[in-house]
Nanobody, 119 residues
Framework: QVQLVESGGGLVQPGGSLTLSCAAS????????MGWYRQAPGNQREVVAT???????YYASSGQDRFAISRDHAKNTGYLQMNKMKPEDTAVYYC?????????????WGQGTQVTVSS
């Protein structure tokens, strides 16, 4: 059974930085891609950034030039470095990964971690 566990959320002041981590565990062959999504109260879940297995990245305009997504293949862990944070970055952040197991490739979600940007 594959699990994604996020960590690193919390309270940060405007202009501050935060790094989220997403660790994958369980029986699987390969992590095809990883991504970070967020959902603020009353809003739909939206993509923040994604990274594929060769390191190609995508950023939503909201995080362009402020956020950096990365992954450590050896640790099966993905990261989201967030800089120059704004109150509008406040949301629950979810990790998503496309992972190949013996049953095929499926999308998995973490449980979410709260990020609050406030003074």
């Amino acid at each position: 059974q594959v699990q994604l566990v996020e960590s690193g959320g919390g309270l940060v002041q405007p202009g501050g930085s935060l790094t989220l981590s997403c660790a994958a565990s369980g029986n699987f062959f390969e992590i095809i891609a990883m991504g970070w999504y967020r959902q603020a109260p009353g809003n739909q879940r939206e993509v923040v950034a994604t990274i594929d297995k060769i390191g190609k990245t995508y950023y939503a305009s909201s995080g362009q030039d402020r956020f950096a997504i990365s992954r450590d293949h050896a640790k099966n862990t993905g990261y989201l470095q967030m800089n120059k944070m704004k109150p509008e970055d406040t949301a629950v952040y979810y990790c998503n990964a496309a992972i190949t197991t013996a049953e095929g490739t499926s999308n998995y979600w973490g449980q979410g971690t709260q990020v609050t940007v406030s003074s």
